[in-house]
Antibody, heavy 120, light 112 residues
Framework: EEQLVESGGGLVQPGGSLRLSCAAS????????MHWVRQVPGKGLVWVSR????????TYADSVRGRFTISRDNAKSTLYLQMNSLTAEDSAVYYC?????????????WGQGTLVTVSS | QSALTQPPSASGSPGQSVTISCTGT?????????VSWYQQHPGKAPKLMIY???KRPSGVPDRFSGSKSGNTASLTVSGLQAEDEADYYC????????????FGGGTKVTVL
C-alpha cells in the first residue's frame, strides 16, 4: 500500500522554527516529485512547495519563499520541510503528497497531515 | 497566481447529479490538460478522484466524471450517494517557473 506519514507538527512561537517530516512507503520514492500543501482548518488547500525526484530543483509559493526549505533523503524515503521565521499565518495542517512521475498534478497519495500552530 | 474559482456549495438528492465548476485562466486550466479533483471528508486527507481532466484512478466509482472547456473545468457526480457528501477541490498545473499548482477554494457538496 502506498502511504505517506507526516510528523513534526506542534505549537511554536512566532519567529520560531519547525521541521516537518514525511515518511513514504509502498512506492519508489526516489522516482517521484513530492509536494507540501497546507490547509487552515475550515479553509481551502494551498500549495506550498515542490521538490523534484532528486531534490535538485525546488519551487515555493510566494508566501513562504525565503523562509521555508523543502528537501528529501531518498535513501530514507523521507521528505522534509524546514520552516523558519514562522508567523500566525503559517498555522495550518500541512500535508505531503506524491506527484506521479507519469502525470502532472496527479497528487496521490496524501499523508494524514500534521498540525502546525504558531502562537505565543 | 490566483486560486481557481469554485462555487462554495452545491447540493442534490440521492440518485440525482450535481456538477461543480472550476474557473481558471489561460495560464492554467486552458493551457494544460492537468486538471485534478480531490474529495475531502471532515478531518481526513484529500483523496484524488479525477486527474488529467477526466481520468479516474483505480477504485474511484464511474459516477465521478470530469471535463474541461476553455478556462473552466467541471466535476459531475451522478447517482449521488450519502457518502459523496464532502468538500471537493479542483486543481490545475500552472506551469509557472515559481508556482507549480493552483487549487480552487473548494465546494461543499450536500446530499439532501
Amino acid at each position: 500500500e502506498e502511504q505517506l506519514v507526516e510528523s513534526g507538527g506542534g505549537l511554536v512561537q512566532p519567529g520560531g522554527s519547525l521541521r516537518l517530516s514525511c515518511a513514504a512507503s509502498g512506492f519508489t520514492f526516489s522516482s517521484d516529485w513530492m509536494h507540501w500543501v497546507r490547509q487552515v482548518p475550515g479553509k481551502g488547500l494551498v500549495w506550498v512547495s515542490r521538490s523534484n525526484s532528486d531534490g535538485t530543483r525546488t519551487t515555493y509559493a510566494d508566501s513562504v519563499r525565503g523562509r521555508f526549505t523543502i528537501s528529501r533523503d531518498n535513501a530514507k524515503s523521507t521528505l522534509y520541510l524546514q520552516m523558519n521565521s514562522l508567523t500566525a499565518e503559517d498555522s495550518a495542517v500541512y500535508y505531503c503528497a506524491r506527484e506521479h512521475s507519469t502525470s502532472y498534478n496527479r497528487f496521490d497519495p496524501w499523508g494524514q497531515g500534521t498540525l502546525v500552530t504558531v502562537s505565543s | 497566481q490566483s486560486a481557481l474559482t469554485q462555487p462554495p456549495s452545491a447540493s442534490g438528492s440521492p440518485g440525482q447529479s450535481v456538477t461543480i465548476s472550476c474557473t481558471g485562466t489561460s495560464s492554467d486550466i486552458n493551457a494544460y490538460d492537468s486538471v485534478s479533483w480531490y474529495q475531502q471528508h471532515p478531518g481526513k486527507a484529500p483523496k484524488l478522484m479525477i486527474y488529467e481532466v477526466s481520468k479516474r484512478p483505480s477504485g474511484v466509482p464511474d459516477r465521478f466524471s470530469g471535463s474541461k472547456s476553455g478556462n473552466t473545468a467541471s466535476l459531475t457526480v451522478s447517482g449521488l450517494q450519502a457518502e459523496d457528501e464532502a468538500d471537493y477541490y479542483c486543481s490545475s498545473y500552472a506551469g509557472n517557473s515559481n508556482i507549480d499548482v493552483v487549487f480552487g477554494g473548494g465546494t461543499k457538496v450536500t446530499v439532501l
